[in-house]
């Protein structure tokens, strides 16, 4: 591979551009300080939770769909999703007016199903393994606009107004925590925050059990886990096998380093979240505070820190046994 | 009594003054919309639950503190209370380093009595119905300053500061919906969602347990009801028997009307606002969703609202409780 290939694509004009774009139909999520910081650790939650579909998808949703309003109106939308993405673009579509296709796997839970046709988007159900090529083979035929879940420079650039808020509200932050899955969220804070704050360290944080992100960061090489290893955890939204290949070139331009937590961290980290900082996480936002809490001599900050809470879509049952559970 | 003597106390340039005085201090929260709104009634939160003692008490508190700052740092400060207020003055002391001696009744759990030792203030405890006396009694002995829970200028125009908040970020909010115990929140919101705003309604609400507030603006008369009976409604914050005179001077200016909710209608709003706003909201800042959900007829309302989320203090058998429960 050339260097050129290698280069970052997403730049901090592009994030700027895109906060130009979302704002007023985003949350302008605020920093929420954690009061059970440790001593020479002050922590603060970036709870993009509290958006209207529970997550920070929507900011990438926006932008890659606000970018090419024209084509959206005219002919479409369509992604492949089951999660906070499919959620994104059908609310997107619901609030601008436009026709949305989403291409779920067999496999989701119908209740994430039904949130998506409640919001008015056209489902098609097809096996896993056809998902992305069943959305592109939609788009080329009918002309749909194509809002890919993270490997996407516009979706990625969206993903990155997180980190340009962050250092609007604390410059001075030390350390920066983010959920790894596709890349899209890290792709795109970590940009940001390096362009304006070069000595914030950005780390992302993903479950032991689906550490492919940990592993290609480690190795210097895009590595996939199959399938059957990254659905062992119960963070549903970081299951993703790969970080994409765009967010990739960001995470090795911008990113300092990427740890591994537990399914218990996990569980702790959804407890004390609702229970000292009253913020519904799911366990893909806790991973952060998880890393926080109980792997600090590998995370190795020092400062001030801020976790992103990527999202707060959790199953009734989980949240309940989270809040239950004892340390670990 | 003559007219003067019920004329409101605090007026808009007070809460203005609050609001510089603690800015930095405290979160500026945003409003969070209600992605299940209902049709022509758009909800917005104003999540309280989100500053770093989990409820708006730490405002208040603040706005006391500073104004007299000179005697806190001399002498201390003293306050009574079992809850939110008692962990705001704690927290406040000891983030501005101050000497603080909370007075709490005997029948306070031993979990809030933990709580504000461990902020370091000195805990004083004393049969319930000695908790107001003993207070001024030890301000007086000690020249500490006394900062009472909500009948006081300061903590009125502090608390006021979120009805500014509201008012900036919607400016036209058709409705805002306030939790009522002893008043100083609903006092000092509904002060300033009319100075800047007079066609805004401002609605109190009630656990129909400790329907106290609603049976005094129904009748015009300030009212106290026994403890055995507020005592009955799992909205621990809402507890209190009777309304502050000064709170009561600016309810009668300024409140369009007060409602109250059953207990399951609490319980449903701790539920929706934890599984459908991510936010996890004690039964006392829940109030107001649920008159949303279930006293629509009764409000009357339409058009924009804001549900202020007074805070987020729950224990946690009481949340799973709320998450598991069916719809009321």
Chains 1, 2 share one sequence.
């Not at 911008?254 to 979240?273: A, F, M, N, S």
């Amino acid at each position: 591979m050339t260097d050129a290939a290698r280069r970052p694509i997403v730049t901090i004009e592009d994030i700027r551009e895109a906060a130009e774009r979302i704002a007023g139909r985003v949350v302008r999520t605020p920093l929420i300080p954690f009061a059970a910081a440790e001593p020479g650790r002050p922590l603060w939650f970036k709870p993009e939770s509290l958006q209207p579909t529970g997550a920070f998808k929507l900011r990438g949703a926006l932008n890659a769909i606000l970018r090419r309003l024209d084509d959206a109106r005219a002919h479409g939308v369509v992604t492949h999703s089951s999660g906070n993405h499919a959620r994104a673009v059908a609310w997107v579509a619901r609030e601008l007016g436009l026709r949305a296709v989403i291409v779920i796997p067999d496999a989701a839970p119908a209740v994430k199903v039904e949130a998506v046709r409640r919001l008015g988007s056209e489902v098609v159900i097809v096996p896993p393994d056809q998902r992305d090529t069943r959305a592109f083979e939609l788009a080329a035929e009918h002309g749909y606009v194509m809002v890919p879940p993270y490997d996407d420079a516009a979706v990625v650039a969206g993903q990155g107004t997180v980190g340009l808020e962050i250092i609007a509200d604390l410059p001075d932050v030390d350390a920066v925590l983010v959920p790894v899955s596709g890349g899209g969220l890290i792709g795109g804070v970590s940009t940001a925050v390096k362009a304006l704050s070069p000595n914030t360290r950005v780390i992302g944080v993903e479950p032991e059990l689906a550490g492919d992100a940990a592993e290609s960061f480690r190795t210097g090489e895009r590595v996939a886990w199959r399938t059957e290893q990254t659905y062992r955890t119960i963070a549903d939204g970081l299951r993703t096998t790969s970080v994409g290949e765009i967010p990739w070139r960001q995470i090795q331009a911008y990113v300092d380093d990427i740890v591994t937590v537990t399914e218990d961290e996990i569980r702790d980290g959804v407890r004390r979240l609702a229970l000292d900082a009253r913020l519904v996480a799911e366990p893909s936002g806790a991973v952060t505070l998880a890393s926080y809490l109980h792997r600090a001599g590998r995370l190795d900050v020092e400062g001030n820190v801020v976790a992103v809470v990527s999202g707060g879509n959790i199953a009734p049952d989980m949240l309940t046994e989270a809040v239950t559970s004892t340390t670990s």
